[in-house]
Each structure stands twice: as structure tokens, then as C-alpha cells.
């Protein structure tokens, strides 16, 4: 006889969300839709351009603000919260039965972190009465400064974190030497994909054919295309195979 499972009222916490495009938001979207299939309760709080499709209730309240999103997102009560990305982390530090997936650049890149109190304040009425080499100097000291804090406030959160995910084993890696805080409740759980993505008659009938679709960024070479085709050239000789990459959108001059 098969367990009844009960069931949750269940917050996912969405900075990148449709319609942006990108694999990260899409599977925030389809991971949304598989857990309100499995009858629970799914509230998805995402940025303000966010769209829902119905299977769960969409909140775009998120401003891409810590601070004042952690506030916004204190108000609403919740079985289980999620943060889809570490960037709200921190929400553990004020909720209960928090869980975090880390992708990878998330892990140090804290485009979405808390600000140091003083830097808007130094901005404001100092900074630009300094010569430029002093300002230049200070402004780097209060950036290392702020992201120091960062690393220990997300280093906090991890701790009171239910429990940390990621997608693969080397992101796994980066994220424990990061932060061992998480070292010893950290998973690795692969991105899964629908149904949809098995289609009948679409294999490709050339012999050890490999595929790449990914978006081509200047700015972002975490994919590490260029790796793959370097490692493959070394092994064109002795191997017959085709590799082809199909890039969503191509920035700068990363495809070259």
C-alpha cells in the first residue's frame, strides 16, 4: 500500500524566473509545475516581470534586494521554503525549513548580496572629495570589505540551512570549499528534464553525434565550450564523431 504523503505549503524563491530566458530560470518554471503535479501547494516568489501558467500561485514581489526582499518574504508563512539559487540563502537565518540549490556562478559572484552600511553614506558625501588614486584605493577596500561580510552572513545561513543542493558534482566541490559550512549537508541532485524533451524519431542518425545548446556569453564562460572543443580536438584522430554546438543568443566575442 502506498504512503499518503501530506500535503506542503511550499515557498520557492525565484530571482531568475520566465520570462527570461535561460536554462536556470526554465528549470525553476518546470521544477514550480512537477511539484504542485505532485499535489502540493507551490507559491513561486519571483522578480516583478515574472509569469505563472496557472499550476501554482506566482508572488513577484522580488526587487533583486536582500534586504528588503528577505522583509517582503518574512510575511508570508510557509511548510517549506526553497531558495532556487544561494543568493537567498540568508532567509534561513529568519525562516525555518529552508533548503538551497546552488548552480555554481551563485556561489561567488553575490550579484545579489547585502550592501555594507556605510558604502552609499562614504559615496555620498566623501568619496568624490578624495583624489582619484584615494578614491580609487578606498573604493576597492570597501568592496573587499563588503564582500567579506557576505561571505560570512551566507556562511551563517548555510549552517541553519535544512539542507543545500546542487546540480553537479563539481559545483558540489566549489561550493563546499566556498563555504565548508555546508560541507556536511550538501547534495548533488542533477537538473531533471520533462517529458517533453523525449520526443519519438528525433535521434540523430549520424554516428556519435554530440550536442551542446547553450547561450554563447562573453561574460560568462562557466559553460566552458571552448574546453569541450579543445579536449575533443585531441581526440578528432582517433575518433570518428561530430560535435555541434546551437547557441540560444551570442554576446561579445565568445563564439570566435
Not at 529568519?94 to 552600511?117: A, E
Not at 584605493?137 to 560570512?152: G, K, V
Not at 554530440?210 to 574546453?227: A, C, M, Q, S
Request: charged share 25%; net charge positive.
Amino acid at each position: 500500500m502506498s504512503k499518503t504523503v501530506k500535503p506542503q505549503r511550499i515557498g520557492l524563491v525565484a530571482p531568475y524566473f520566465p520570462p527570461q530566458i535561460g536554462g536556470a530560470n526554465l528549470y525553476c518554471h518546470e521544477l514550480a509545475k512537477a511539484i504542485a503535479g505532485k499535489g502540493h501547494d507551490v507559491h513561486v516568489f519571483a522578480h516583478r516581470e515574472a509569469q505563472g501558467d496557472g499550476s501554482y500561485t506566482l508572488h513577484p514581489v522580488l526587487k533583486l534586494d536582500l534586504e528588503e526582499d528577505l522583509d517582503e518574504l518574512a510575511a508570508f508563512d510557509m511548510d517549506v521554503w526553497h531558495s532556487l539559487f544561494l543568493f537567498y540563502a540568508p532567509l534561513a537565518l529568519r525562516k525555518t525549513n529552508v533548503f538551497v540549490t546552488g548552480f555554481g556562478d551563485d556561489f561567488y559572484s553575490f550579484r545579489i548580496r547585502r550592501s555594507l552600511p556605510v558604502r552609499k553614506l562614504l559615496g555620498r558625501h566623501v568619496l568624490w572629495r578624495l583624489p582619484e588614486d584615494t578614491r580609487h584605493r578606498t573604493e576597492q577596500w570597501l568592496q573587499r570589505a563588503e564582500l567579506d561580510m557576505n561571505r560570512r552572513l551566507y556562511g551563517r545561513a548555510l549552517r541553519r540551512a535544512q539542507h543545500v543542493i546542487t546540480i553537479s558534482s563539481f559545483s558540489k566541490t566549489r561550493l563546499c570549499e566556498a563555504f565548508p559550512e555546508a560541507s556536511n549537508k550538501t547534495t548533488v541532485i542533477p537538473p531533471g528534464v520533462t517529458d517533453r524533451f523525449f520526443r519519438n524519431g528525433c535521434a540523430s542518425k549520424e554516428k556519435n553525434f554530440l550536442l551542446t545548446v547553450t547561450r554563447l556569453d562573453e561574460t560568462d564562460r562557466i559553460k566552458n565550450v571552448h574546453g569541450v572543443i579543445r579536449a575533443l580536438a585531441e581526440l578528432k584522430d582517433d575518433y570518428d564523431f561530430r560535435y555541434r554546438v546551437v547557441a540560444g543568443a551570442v554576446t561579445g566575442g565568445y563564439r570566435t
